[in-house]
């Protein structure tokens, strides 16, 4: 589905991959549950672009559901793959990067552990460690935004040009608007409200999570 010019979000995938078009080529945001890499690669092509087109793979987090496709989109397409130190690690070791501090039910948690044994990340080393402020050169300047609060070392991303914020699962959205990290499979809640708070000053329009719809007129729909 287009959100704006160039900027497409992969239908029917868990959890949210974003495609970003410029004249290099792809820049692929999350990788999905692992097999997710025929749909994404089915959706590129649809677009007109082959497996080689993507030329960059940014990981928001090291959780099973954004990096399952990762180590077979590497191999499909040869992209430079980029997430934080500390997800990074996580992604080295096929690990999450943090046990979720919550003892309270949660379906997420409950579906996580149910398929932990049959869903591995595998453990892969990603070519660049990315850092809060760093510019990456897609459509204009894409932004790292350092959010940790779901995980330790999670990153949102930020297009100023458009507007447009990529904030994994620092941020959840719904048809009521959107929300803060889901408290069951959060790291640090203070972190995370200090991430949503930077977040809503970055003056985004329109929001892009790793779980529910974009979220078009976003700038008053902040968690306050
Ligand atoms: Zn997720």
Redesign the pocket.
């Known amino acids: 589905m287009r959100i704006v010019d160039n900027v497409f979000v992969v239908p029917g995938v868990?959890?949210n991959p974003y495609i970003l078009v410029d004249t290099d080529g792809l820049t692929l945001i999350d990788t999905g549950l692992p097999h997710s890499e025929r749909k994404i690669l089915a959706y590129a092509a649809g677009l007109g672009k082959s497996a080689r087109d993507v030329k960059r793979i940014i990981l928001t987090?090291a959780?099973l559901?954004?990096v399952g496709g990762l180590a077979a989109l590497h191999k499909l397409t040869g992209a430079r793959t980029y997430a934080s130190k500390i997800e990074a690690d996580a992604i080295a070791a096929g690990k999450p990067s943090r046990q979720t501090n919550s003892s309270g039910f949660s379906v997420m948690r409950l579906v996580f552990t149910l398929l932990r044994p049959f869903m591995k990340a595998t453990p892969f080393q990603v070519d660049e460690i990315l850092t809060d402020g760093q510019i990456l050169p897609a459509l204009g300047g894409l932004r790292v935004i350092e959010t940790s609060g779901h995980t330790p070392g999670h990153i949102s991303l930020f297009l100023p040009a458009v507007g447009v914020l990529f904030c994994?699962?620092s941020l959840v959205t719904d048809e009521n608007g959107i929300h803060g990290s889901r408290r069951g499979?959060t790291w640090d809640d203070a972190k995370a409200r200090e991430a949503e708070r930077k977040q809503a000053a970055l003056g985004a329009h329109i929001v892009c999570s790793?779980?529910g719809p974009v979220i078009m007129d976003a700038t008053d729909k902040f968690p306050s």
């Open positions: 868990v959890a987090h959780d559901d954004h994994g699962d499979l790793g779980h």
